[in-house]
Nanobody
Framework: QVQLVESGGGLVQPGGSLRLSCAAS????????MSWYRQAPGKERELVTI????????KYADSVKDRFTVSRDNAKNTVYLQMNSLKPEDTAVYYC?????????WGQGTQVTVSS
């Protein structure tokens, strides 16, 4: 069965960095685009970034552009989100998403809190 497991979240001060990981299983990872979303309390879930199946193309929300970097290692079935220069407004639960041919799959999420 398809499974996505996020890790790497935590508490960090403004200006700090975190690296999130999403470990995938149950499907041919290298065939599919992967995305990161986030959801803050009281807010709608929003798209953060997307990376194509081979990792050759990426796009970012304006709010994170030039601060976040998405990458993937298809040999390890893992997608990463490197977050630098973090701001309090980046505080949210971050989710990994796989869009397969027939269905969307989501991980459980990992909490990122940016605070002094």
């Amino acid at each position: 069965q398809v499974q996505l497991v996020e890790s790497g979240g935590g508490l960090v001060q403004p200006g700090g960095s975190l690296r999130l990981s999403c470990a995938a299983s149950g499907f041919t990872f290298s065939r599919y685009d992967m995305s990161w979303y986030r959801q803050a309390p009281g807010k709608e879930r929003e798209l953060v970034t997307i990376i194509t199946s081979a990792g050759g193309s990426t796009k970012y929300a304006d709010s994170v552009k030039d601060r976040f970097t998405v990458s993937r290692d298809n040999a390890k079935n893992t997608v990463y989100l490197q977050m630098n220069s973090l701001k309090p407004e980046d505080t949210a639960v971050y989710y990994c998403k796989a869009l397969l041919d027939f269905k969307d799959y989501w991980g459980q999420g990992t909490q990122v809190t940016v605070s002094s």
